[in-house]
């Protein structure tokens, strides 16, 4: 039984749905003693996170609700409880609902650990306690405000900066603008307001931010921030109002840490390379990075720090969880002291196409057999996570999402004619792949 994505659980919510959170609450409260729970504003997330509750109850575990809360909020919080489960969706559209477990270091559950929640619901060898042994859940409405007076911490200085903040009516709503306005910003507020229908595109891209660009120039203000649903990615608007590409941003975060090594995925810029980091790679999604941060600390290696291509930051002095309100209060501090538009500018650049096209993982091994065609002209063919294909001036990566029933294909280059033969080798490798395979159906 395969439940759990690259990050977390995510699908439409019906009556199948629910009641797979009932059964992972019960598989969860059968292998740890305390937990909390969050959740993000969607329609359904009372209904999912009171059927994962329920479970979880019925084990006999120890139970607190923190209420609607972002993603990195309720991971901070989750060190006080032996694990945390998020109820979201992230950035998928409203119909979807989700559940993202997590451990006390901010982590999410690893391979070993969503195996064993799958085995024991798939054996159904989860078991419900007596009912003197049914605890009552406790609220928790302390976590916002813990996770910010942390934050706080790491900013005395007060900041004087004109801030344009966009919470898509997410999670973030309660604690972003409030927190920087604790860091001296003048903030202007934009769908800061919780509710379950959003009101533009719920993930932070560059398409999606028209509205948080023009009120940037209009407001003179000096950055512009924008989350997903549950406030664990961000993206940034500089003072002249141009979408901030997120590897760069990356770089940024990495540069103002003073970090030596960056975690990021397959799918990140060739640019972190070449401005010195000692870079390592993994599978795409945060909680791979998580684990490699993780292995990190039991090193003791020092001046690391992990983020994604997708907005996904990790700072490891707080959580190893990704932290978009950290981040917000990173980039606001940085922004406070120079242009963010000088700084971007000196981050070299590279031309990047990013795409997707439907179908699953079932063609990849006859899409490495086609890759390795180009492996006479000088390439290396990486299978750390789908199939990425390495050039001295560029590379193509083909790759199943792990969370929405398709291929994805991004390639980089150092010039545009040169992503451009890549992107399109991606596009002709699925597109003949699926074409076949139809073909073998027949």
């Not at 909020?73 to 006080?80: I, M, P, Q, S, W």
């Not at 979408?243 to 103002?256: G, P, S, T, Y």
């Not at 050039?391 to 004619?417: C, H, V, Y």
Request: charged fraction near 25%; proline fraction near 4%.
């Amino acid at each position: 039984m395969k439940l759990f994505g690259s990050s977390g659980i995510r699908k439409v919510v019906d009556r199948e749905f629910l009641q797979l959170m009932f059964d992972i609450g019960l598989a969860v409260g059968n292998s740890y003693n305390s937990a909390i729970l969050g959740c993000d504003t969607r329609t359904s997330s009372d209904a999912v996170r009171y059927s994962f509750l329920s479970g979880l109850l019925s084990a006999g575990a120890e139970a607190s609700s923190a209420g609607v809360i972002p993603t990195p909020t309720l991971a901070y919080a989750t060190r006080h409880f032996e694990a945390g489960a998020m109820v979201t969706a992230s950035h998928n559209p409203p119909q979807y609902n989700g559940i993202k477990l997590i451990n006390p270091d901010g982590s999410a559950f690893d391979a070993a650990q969503r195996e064993q929640v799958e085995q024991m619901i798939s054996n159904k060898a989860s078991t419900t306690a007596r009912w003197e042994e049914i605890k009552n859940c406790a609220d928790y409405p302390e976590a916002i405000e813990q996770h910010v007076e942390r934050i706080l911490a790491d900013f005395p200085a007060r900041l004087e900066l004109r801030v344009v903040v966009d919470c898509v009516c997410g999670a973030a709503s309660a604690v972003t603008s409030y927190l920087l306005t604790r860091l001296g910003c003048n903030v202007i507020p934009l769908n800061c307001q919780p509710g379950g229908h959003f009101p533009r595109e719920i993930e932070p891209t560059a398409e999606n931010l028209g509205e948080v660009a023009a009120t940037v120039k209009s407001e003179g203000a000096g950055l512009g921030i924008a989350h997903d649903g549950d406030g664990d990615r961000i993206a940034v608007i500089d003072e002249n109002g141009r979408f901030v590409a997120q590897d760069k941003l990356m770089a940024l975060f990495a540069r103002e840490l003073g970090a030596r090594k960056v975690i990021t995925t397959v799918d990140a810029s060739m640019l972190i390379d070449e401005l010195g980091f000692d870079v390592v790679r993994t599978r795409v999604g945060d909680a791979f990075v998580s684990d490699e941060l993780r292995h990190c600390a039991r090193k003791n290696v020092e001046g690391e720090f992990g983020g994604e291509s997708s907005g996904c930051f990790i700072f490891p002095r707080i959580s190893l969880c990704p932290d978009a309100i950290y981040a917000a209060a990173t980039i606001a501090h940085i922004a406070s002291e120079n242009r963010i538009s000088s700084l971007i500018d000196q981050i070299p650049s590279y031309p990047i196409l990013r795409g997707a096209i439907p179908g699953d993982n079932a063609i990849m091994n006859e899409a490495e057999n086609s890759l390795e065609k180009q492996l006479e002209s000088g390439g290396r063919l990486e299978t750390t996570d789908g199939l990425r294909l390495a050039f001295n001036d560029g590379w193509l990566l083909i790759r199943p999402s792990g969370t929405e029933p398709k291929i994805r294909i991004t390639a980089e280059a150092t010039s545009e004619q040169r992503v451009k033969e890549l992107y399109d080798l991606g596009i002709k490798t699925v597109e003949e792949c699926l074409i076949r395979r139809e073909r073998a159906k027949t």
